[in-house]
C-alpha cells in the first residue's frame, strides 16, 4: 500500500476505499501479517510482475482465491522466488510447466549464464492461474493470455479505476516558469527505455524547430540504464524538456494537470494498464497512446493511437504537432475522454464490479462479505517490469488513426457536452408557463414570474409519473405541485415543509380554470427528524431550492430520502450553482459569489423567516452527494435561475477560455436526477464534513 513508489500500490489502496463501502475489507500488505482464511468468504489477490509481490504470490498458492493481473507476466516475480534464493531447480521446472520443452531449453541457458530470464513466450503465469478460483483483468488482452495459459475459470475484466482529482494547472504552470499560453506536452511514470522515451524526444526536436514555445516535462524516476538527460543535450532540447523525477502522488498529478498533452507510449507490452493514463483521461487532457496491448482498446474518439514500427516517430510528430497547433481539438478530445471515464472508470462502479464477481465466484449471493486483500508494501519497486516483446505493429509514415482524422473533419472547435452524462435520449417535454401562472395566487405570481424557468426545466427533468406513482415535493409552496398530478401524471402527490415534526397542513387549490388540487403536507425537520414515511414509499422525490438551506447535516436528508424511495426510485434535485458565470464575476469584482448570503433580520411575531442560503455548491458537488448517497447520476446540467439576461457576463466565458478552464456547467442554476442504486454508501464523506 502507499508510500509504496507502485501504480498497483495506489490502484489497491483506492478500490479498498471503495470496497470498504459495500463489505468488510481487511487488508494484510505484508509477509508478516498472517491470515486465517476461514474467517473470511472471498480472497482477493494483487499481483504484480516485481519481487515485492512474493508473499501475496505465496499465499495465493496456498489459499486460492480470486487474483488480479495486473499484466500478463510474472516471470520476473518467478525469478525472484527461485534464483534470487539460489533455487535454480525450481525456476528450470517452472519454465517447463509454463511452456514444455522449448521454455525448459530456455531455462537451461539462462541457467548456464549464456542468456538472462526474459519474458519471451514464458509468461510464468499458469501455476497461479491453475489454483485460482476466479481472475480479474483490466483488459481483453489480459484476460485472453490467461485463458491461452489454461486458465478456465470465472474471470471479469473490470476497467482500471479513475482518479478524477481537482488540479490547478496554472498554479503549476507559475512554479514551471510557464504562462497560459505554452504548450505544454507531458511523459508521466517510470523513464524507462519501452516508454518510447527517445522516439519521443526525437519527434519532440521536430516540434520545437516549428514552435519554438513548446515545453515538455518528464515526470518520474529515471531508469540507471537508460541516460535520458544525455539524450536530451544530445538533441539539443536542454531549453525545452526538464526531468522532474520521481515526486509525491499530488505533485505528480498536478503536473499532468498543468499538461496540454499527455504522452503514454510503451513497447513492448504484456497488457499491463497505467494509472497516470486514467488520471489524464480523468483531468480532461488530449492523450497519445501505443497501438498495442490494452491501449488499443481505448476507444479511438477519446486517446491518439501511434503503431509501433517505421513511421511511429513521425506520427508521433505529426499527432503533436495537430494537436499544439489546434488546441480546440485537444480541448475536445479531452473532453471526450474525462466523460468516457466517468462513465466506465468510477471508483465506485468499479468497486461494485468487483463485489458482484466476488459473489459469482462464491457461487452464492453473500449479503455482506468479509474480503481479504494481499498486497505489498515495500516502497523500493518500480510501477511496472520489464514487458514481453511481440511482433510490432508496423505503421505507414504519417497514417493518422481513424479518430484522428474524424477529429480533424468533424469537431471544429467543439466545446465540452454540457453534462458530463447523458441527460435524455429524446428532448424535454415542453412546458407551457400557464401550468403554473393559473395556480398560483395573486402575491405568488409575482415571485413565480421571476422563477418561471426553474420551474419549467425542473418539471422536464423530473420522471414522468402514472396513476400507480407517488412522488414527494419538499420544501412544497405550491407552485410546482399541482402539476405533478395534472401535467406530469402522478396518482399520489404529497408535499413537506419545515415545521413541528406531526403537524400536517392539508392544501386545496383552485385553478383559474376551475381545476382543482389538494394535497397533504407533512412537516419536520429534515436534517434532524426522521422523515414521517414508511421504506420505499416514493417512486420520486423533489428536493428543490432546499438544500442551500439546511444548517448542519446535509448527509442525514439524503439517508432518509434514499430509504423512503422505492429501489430504482429517482431523486430530482435543484440548487444555485456558485460555480457560476455570475459567480465568477462577483468575486472577481469585488462582490460576494453567493446568491443570498444575508443574514436574517429578526421578524414581528407573525412573520415567517425568510430562510438563508447557508452553503451554495458546484454541479461536481452535487455528483459527489449522489453517489456518496446511493444514487447513480442520470442527469446534472446547469441553466436559469431567475429570468434575466446575462450579456454581461460574456467576458467570464473568455477569460476561461483563455486560462483553459471548463466554462461547462456555468450556468446559475444546478439541475440533477439521480436513481437509487442501493442504500447510503458515505456517511460522513470529506468533502463535505471537517
Known sequence: ???????????????????????????????????????????????????????????????????????ANLHHLIANLTIKRGNWDAYVAECEHNGGPEALEFARRVRRLEIGPDYDGVPMLRRLLEGS?????????????????????????????????????????FMLGLDESTPLVGAFGYLKPYKRIAESLRAFRRLVRLDPRVKMIL??????DFPVDQLIRTLGLRDHVRILGFVPIEKFVDYIGACDIVLNLRYPTVGETSGSLTRAMGLGKAVIVSNVGSFAELPDEVALKVPVGAGEEDLI?????????????????????????????DWSAVADRYVDFLRQVAGHDVPAPRLIVENKTNPAEAEEAPQTPEEPVVGQPFLAAEAFQAAITEQPEAPAPQSPVPTTESAPPEIDPIVFETWLSPEGRE?????????????????????????????????????????????????????????VDHKHITSDTGVEFECEVDHFNAEKDIF?????????????????????????????????????GHLVL???????????SAILLGYHPAFFPAYIRPRKADEEAEARHNREYVPMEIQHLLTDSGFDLVTLETGEFLE???????????????????????????????????????????????
Open 644 to 690: 434575466e439576461p446575462h450579456p454581461e457576463l460574456h467576458w467570464v466565458t473568455h477569460l476561461l477560455e483563455r486560462y483553459k478552464l471548463s466554462h461547462n456547467l456555468r450556468g446559475d442554476g444546478i439541475y440533477a436526477v439521480g436513481r437509487k442504486t442501493g442504500p447510503l454508501k458515505n456517511r460522513w464523506p470529506e468533502w463535505l464534513y471537517a
Open 1 to 71: 500500500m502507499p508510500p509504496s513508489k507502485s501504480g498497483i500500490a495506489d490502484y489497491s489502496a483506492a478500490l479498498v476505499e471503495e470496497m470498504a463501502k459495500r463489505v468488510d475489507v481487511e487488508v494484510f500488505d505484508t509477509a508478516a501479517k498472517r491470515f486465517d482464511p476461514s474467517k473470511f468468504d472471498s480472497a482477493l489477490y494483487q499481483i504484480g510482475n516485481n519481487p515485492f509481490h512474493d508473499f501475496v504470490y505465496e499465499t495465493a498458492l496456498k489459499h486460492p482465491g480470486t487474483v488480479v493481473l495486473h499484466e
Open 532 to 568: 414521517p414515511y414508511p421504506d420505499g414509499s416514493f417512486d420520486t422525490v423533489m428536493c428543490c431550492e432546499l438544500l442551500e438551506h439546511l444548517v448542519e447535516d446535509p448527509m442525514f436528508m439524503m439517508g432518509e430520502i434514499n430509504r423512503i424511495l422505492k429501489p430504482g
Open 133 to 173: 478460483q476466479g481472475m480479474v483483468a483490466h483488459s481483453r488482452f489480459v484476460e485472453t493470455e490467461a485463458r491461452t495459459q489454461g486458465f478456465a475459470g470465472p474471470s471479469a475484466v473490470i476497467p482500471h479505476g479513475a482518479w478524477i482529482p481537482q488540479t490547478d494547472g496554472l498554479a503549476t504552470r
Open 574 to 584: 435543484t440548487t444555485p450553482n456558485i460555480g457560476s458565470r455570475r459567480s465568477i
Open 219 to 224: 515526470v518520474g524516476e529515471p531508469h540507471p
Open 317 to 345: 510528430f505529426e499527432y503533436l504537432n495537430t494537436l499544439v497547433s489546434r488546441p480546440d481539438l485537444a480541448r475536445a478530445m479531452g473532453a471526450r475522454a474525462k466523460a468516457w471515464v466517468e462513465k466506465e472508470c
Open 447 to 503: 415571485y413565480g414570474a421571476k422563477h418561471v424557468s426553474r420551474f419549467i426545466h425542473t418539471l422536464q427533468i423530473t420522471p414522468p409519473g402514472d396513476p400507480s406513482k407517488s412522488i414527494l415535493e419538499m420544501g412544497a409552496y405550491m407552485q410546482m405541485t399541482p402539476a405533478l398530478q395534472h401535467t406530469l401524471g402522478y396518482g399520489t402527490v404529497r408535499g413537506c415543509y419545515y415545521g413541528e415534526l406531526g403537524r
